[in-house]
């Protein structure tokens, strides 16, 4: 425990109050190693009373055009805005990652997507085909599916759970969200800025937990015809399952195995710096970070020596230190889980050139029971291993050598995957054709994690099902419904 200091104690929220629970989870700062917070343990019962509120809410909410609900998430944008600083310290604390990329990524990011989602509901727009023969006029219009279930997961925590709040509540939906039980904290802190911004009771619900107590509970509701997820392909199935009976419609934005595709023509001054970014960044935890990486022979060698360089350069230190590159990992369960692929690497022949086992990580005394890692680049490995075919989610890469355009797509394409990949090369012709061939809903070419928005977002194959993005969320959190006039 964490001695006499006092705990954070965080509450639902549920119809625009915070309700207390019966019984709590101890949550873990993972750069100490210590309990510094607790989540309520929720059930059934929460879940119900967030239905009732949600239901309650709906009418009135969704009676709301699309200009004034746009305006109350442009004054929940500057809320959060304006307490960024706040939001970042304690993003950076309940999740491990460094206080820089807190700062930079995740807490600007959720700002953008209330922004971005309050301009994208007033520009959508509806079809209509006239019939003069059968002298009739038909038209579409789009309506809120209803009550929409979140389940965000713990590596971008608040980053992806405004990432499905603001789609789902501009298009007049009310919601239920369920963050990890392992990150909550900025959660908590935005229902704090919910009523400010003039969001109404009921509107936007969360009930903090444990998936198999909430996460089963609303996906089972029948009240909840609609669930967006984005975690795990374990917790998808089951997802999947007991959403069955009830037809519910699905969001289900999973795991990856990115390659990224290094051909000889390519700017190694560009491609090193950023291929260690996207192999590391968020400590590896983001579904997007780069886990296999194909360089061409003939630059094998030149390639493998920069990029091992360049990774030992990354900082692994204190979050809250402003020049460390990488923080903790979210738990000693998946540090343990990380390490323990680096020993299959090694039992299986591999070469492990840092990183794990290889290099002396050194931490501040007040760290040292934290969950830390150092970046770890594995080669000599084949393309039938464990940590080339399966989702690591941590600080590990592996570099491997090809020799052919066609041979590497097939080995790129091998997996069950298909939800990013990166290619470099200076060739436009091959850029063009090695980006068509991949079997990966995003393809970043010579960059990485650049986005746009209002272009569709997720995964081929086990990587997922539907996309999210402007037009895409505001189909799958509305009912389309065609109207025909005879006159």
Known sequence: MAGTRALLMLENFIDGKFLPCDSYLDSYDPSTGEVYCRVPDSGKAEVAAAVAAARAAFPGWSAHSPQERSQVLLRLADLLEQSLEEFAVAESRDQGKTITLARTMDIPRSVQNFRFFASSILHHTSQCTQMDHAGCLHYTVRE?????????????????????????????????????????????????????????????????????????????????????????????????????????????????????????????????????????????????????????????????????????????????????????????????????????????????????????????????AGYFMLPTVITDIKDESRCMKEEIFGPVTCVVPFDSEEEVVKRANSVQYGLAATVWSSNVGRVHRVAKKLQSGLVWTNCWLIRELNLPFGGMKSSGVGREGAKDSYEFFTESKTITIKH
């Not at 919910?194 to 009921?202: E, H, M």
Request: glycine letters at 8%.
């Open 144 to 368: 809120p599916v209803g009550i929409a279930g979140l389940i965000s997961p713990w590596n971008l925590p608040l980053y992806l759970l405004t990432w499905k709040i603001a789609p789902a509540i501009a298009a007049g939906n009310t919601v239920i969200a369920k963050p990890s039980e392992l990150t909550s904290v900025t959660a908590w802190m935005l229902c704090q800025l919910l009523q400010k911004a003039g969001v109404p009771p009921g509107v936007v619900n969360i009930v903090f937990g444990t998936g198999p107590r909430v996460g089963e509970a609303l996906v089972s509701h029948p009240e909840v015809p609609v669930i967006s997820f984005t975690g795990s392909q374990p917790t998808a199935e089951r997802i999947t399952q007991l959403s069955a009976p009830h037809c519910k419609k699905l969001s289900l934005e999973l795991g990856g195995k990115n390659p990224a595709i290094i051909f000889e023509d390519a700017n190694l001054e560009e491609c090193v710096p950023t291929t260690v970014r996207s192999s590391f960044a968020n400590q590896g935890e983001i579904c997007l970070c780069t886990s296999r990486i194909f360089v061409q022979k003939s630059i094998y060698s030149e390639f493998l020596k920069k990029f091992v360089e360049a990774t030992r350069m990354w900082k692994v230190g204190s979050p809250a230190d402003p020049s460390a590159s990488m923080g903790a990992l979210i738990s000693k369960a998946h540090l343990e889980k990380v390490r323990r692929y680096v020993k299959i690497a090694r039992a299986e022949g591999a070469r492990i050139l840092c990183g794990e086992g290889v290099d002396r990580l050194s931490l501040p005394p007040g760290n040292r």
